[in-house]
């Protein structure tokens, strides 16, 4: 299959028809990638289970691990989910449309595909003005993991998208970087106090202020147990160098670069402007953004391993940012992407 890239300009009457172009290969049971706000998603029809199921397929992705429903409006989400409570009501006003994915009981239409044989069901509203623009021509929900190979950095450029899946889905709506770089925020709204899932673009500082405390998830679980959130154990977001995090000092960056470079051949460094390096030709360097500005840091993390692989370094060296706001979000897709 040849993998048509859909260039967007912002243009409205140029862009138009191609995201037509792309919501009639959707309703034709095709796979479109599309930006949205955090990453590019790999969508297909979310009430036709034969093109949900060729998304598992084309991400190599297992069947146990379920994928979020996007939809356009906050009555759609009514349409598909059940039991609100008020506090779901509220976090609908306060984040969406924004990058809070909510975990709620499904209604029927969604079928155990999408949901891996849960009752519960992932569902946000993107802000992206494409991605609404794809569901409302699509007039269908659409079921969306990130456009990435299983366990793959996410991709926040339609490159990274051609570079995983080209070949395999039909085509991929090209509007540049995403802006915010990281995933969703995933909140199971059906434990007491919500439970935390995934940190993500909406802060946790950010729920907390409308829900009261959440219950945030340990990192083991018992063997046999039903994980809450398939995806978020195994190793994941991990490029294919190694990952070596260091404390978030330039004496301690400066020390594992060091050391990193007497046991690799080469090596990359994910840099916070003006942290110095150690001399070597063996060193392959991203200049990822002021450290403290997670904004930018956040939204050029995963462009920057996969920058750094594609060199074809062996390891890479990041410092690990703090377990604060938006920066939690970039310190678990680090610790993920380090786990061997
Ligand atoms: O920002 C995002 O959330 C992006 C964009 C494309 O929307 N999507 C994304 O999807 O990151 P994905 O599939 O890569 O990650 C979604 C995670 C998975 O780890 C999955 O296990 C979890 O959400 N998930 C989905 N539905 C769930 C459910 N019903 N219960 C628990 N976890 C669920
Ligand atoms: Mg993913």
Known sequence: MLTQRLVLTGDEAHDKPLIQQAAAIIRAGGLVAFPTETVYGLGADALDSAAVRRIYLAKGRPAWDPLIVHVAEPEDIHRYTRDHSVLTEKLIRAFMPGPLTLVLPKREVISEVVTAGRDTVGIRI???????????????????????KFGRPSPTTADHVLHDLSGEIDAVLDAGATPLGVESTILDMTT???TLLRPGGVPREAIEAIVGAVRVLGRTFDEGE????????????????????CAPSPE??????????????FVGAMRPDGWKLPESNRLRVFEWGAWGDWETLAQRLFLGLRALESLGVHAIVCPLPPEAGLARALRDRLERASTE
């Open 126 to 148: 993107p802000q992206h003005p494409v991605a609404r623009a794809l569901i409302r021509y699509s007039m269908t929900p659409i079921a969306a993991p990130s456009a990435n």
């Open 192 to 194: 007491d106090p919500p």
């Open 226 to 245: 039903s994980l809450p959130a398939p995806g978020l154990t195994a190793r994941h977001y991990a490029p294919s160098a190694r990952v070596m995090l």
């Open 252 to 265: 301690a960056f400066y020390g594992t670069l060091k050391d990193t470079l007497s046991r690799y051949a």
